[in-house]
């Protein structure tokens, strides 16, 4: 079945280091792909989303590019914040109304 | 506009006990879902709703119930709470399907069922 596999965390890291969460996934046809945010005691938000191959999603200065040929959504960021900090979660949806989640990564950024 | 909003934000149950869940947005948005977060893992879809009086069940829906009166609303039952049943839940809602539009969800039901 479809599935999202994202790199163990946590990660820590300096405030205005490079990130990069790695996040690759398998699913017949063409999925779209997600990168949702959870801040401490809130609900999951919209990072970006990309919806076809070869299209970069962008916000808030994350990235990241839907690659067909390595089934990879990584998500980078060049200089991480404090505020930052929080769990990061890769997804794709294969149509109708499922949602595939990958499990987590968090993150924690250092002043 | 309050978005999602969820109650309660924690529960405490025994087992074999009954709850629900609320969960309310108002953002107009047909299709809504309930999710549940276990330790360490990604959310797993319950059931969802694509609108008011419809609704249908995702990959895990065994021992809860839904139902979708209005397009506000939609609850979340548990018959006979379990330990299995202790977890993170959220609501979401999104104005078109799911696999094509953002989610927003709520700030979550954290429940343990003891």
């Known amino acids: 079945g479809d599935s999202v596999t994202q790199m163990e965390g946590p990660v820590t890291l300096s405030e205005e280091a490079f990130l990069t969460i790695n996040c690759t996934y398998t699913a017949t046809g063409y999925p779209s792909l997600f990168w949702y945010v959870q801040y401490p005691g809130e609900g999951l938000q919209l990072l970006l989303k990309a919806t076809k191959a070869d299209d970069k999603g962008s916000n808030k200065g994350f990235e990241a590019t839907y690659r067909k040929e390595t089934t990879s959504f990584h998500l980078e960021k060049g200089s991480v914040q404090v505020s930052d900090s929080a769990v990061y979660f890769c997804?794709?949806?294969?149509?109708?109304?499922?949602?595939?989640f990958g499990p987590g990564t968090r993150l924690s950024v250092l002043p | 506009n309050a978005g999602v909003t969820q109650t309660p934000k924690f529960r405490i149950l025994k087992i074999g006990q009954s709850m629900t869940l609320q969960c309310a947005q108002d953002m107009n948005h047909n299709y809504m879902y309930w999710y549940r977060q276990d330790p360490g893992m990604g959310l797993k879809l319950i059931y969802y709703s694509v609108g008011a009086g419809i609704t249908d069940k995702g990959e895990v829906p065994n021992g809860y119930n839904v139902s979708r009166s209005t397009t506000e609303d939609f609850p979340l039952r548990l018959e006979l709470a379990a330990p299995s049943q202790t977890s993170v839940y959220f609501c979401a809602s999104s104005p078109l399907a799911g696999w094509s539009d953002t989610q927003y969800f709520g700030p979550g039901t954290r429940l343990t069922v003891l």
């Open positions: 997804a794709l949806s294969p149509g109708g109304q499922n949602f595939v």
